[in-house]
């Protein structure tokens, strides 16, 4: 793997972690927290392979999703403000990491033994969620995740979409930095804290900015050969 990405991945690895556990409620802290995510950000993807007009694009829909899952339907809540200001940011940081993933030969070459790992695990995570915590909509969002993992043509991608997106709101949801609806508002369906399909909400969102990217550069993308193509631009939904 490329030395650059590990130092990114090690990077977020104490970065993340760090960050949650300072979350706090105020103005100054939440700019400063803000600020230093950002420039965590522009760090580690001035040097990257992923086209910035992605992680823009991402962090423009995630933050219209956190508008729409968060304030208006009442998914979730968090603690310290209605939305804090390290989030839209940080959703950066995880479509960057994501996306880095799976632009690594290293993991490419198994690209499918990592998606089979991701299903396996997946299913197993939602079977207990569910048996144990009665968590029905985590059940239903694996399921679609499970669907759009198995039909996507970049399933790297969308594998490290939601395996990184597991484990950042198990670390979320016990610190407490946000917490889940015991029952889902309007639909009535009990789900955990955090719903085991959660991560279906990254692959939602990488498929939303490949989509948008893809049709900015598609007069481009015409002119190359199918090798040729950078693999994020690549459409990543069902065929």
């Given at each position: 793997m490329q030395r650059r990405f590990v130092l990114f991945l090690a990077a977020a690895l104490l970065y993340i972690p760090a960050l949650l556990i300072a979350d706090t409620r105020g103005l100054i802290p939440q700019l400063a927290l803000g600020l230093a995510t950002l420039m965590f950000l522009f760090v580690f993807a001035r040097g990257s392979d992923v086209e910035p007009r992605q992680i823009i694009t991402a962090i423009i829909v995630a933050t219209a999703g956190e508008i729409v899952l968060s304030l208006g339907w009442g998914l979730y809540t968090y603690r310290n403000a209605l939305i804090p200001l390290y989030v839209p940011?940080?959703?950066?940081?995880?479509?960057?990491?994501?996306?880095?993933?799976?632009?690594?030969?290293?993991?490419?070459?198994?690209?499918r033994s990592i998606a089979r790992a991701v299903l396996i695990s997946g299913s197993i995570i939602a079977a207990f969620s569910f048996l144990f915590y009665r968590d029905q909509w985590g059940l239903v969002w694996w399921i679609g995740a499970a669907i759009l993992l198995v039909r996507s043509r970049n399933q790297l991608l969308l594998s490290t979409c939601f395996a990184y997106t597991i484990?950042?709101?198990?670390l979320g949801t016990a610190i407490g930095n946000w917490q889940w609806a015991a029952v889902v508002p309007f639909v009535g369906l009990r789900s955990a804290n955090p719903p085991s399909g959660v991560g279906i909400l990254y692959i939602l969102l990488d498929l939303i900015t490949?989509?948008?990217?893809?049709?900015?550069?598609?007069?481009?993308?015409?002119?190359?050969?199918?090798?040729e193509r950078p693999a994020l631009l690549e459409p990543s939904g069902p065929q």
């Open positions: 940011f940080g959703h950066g940081v995880f479509y960057a990491l994501a996306a880095e993933s799976a632009l690594q030969p290293a993991l490419r070459r198994h690209s484990l950042l709101e198990w490949v989509g948008i990217c893809s049709t900015q550069w598609l007069p481009k993308l015409r002119s190359f050969n199918r090798t």
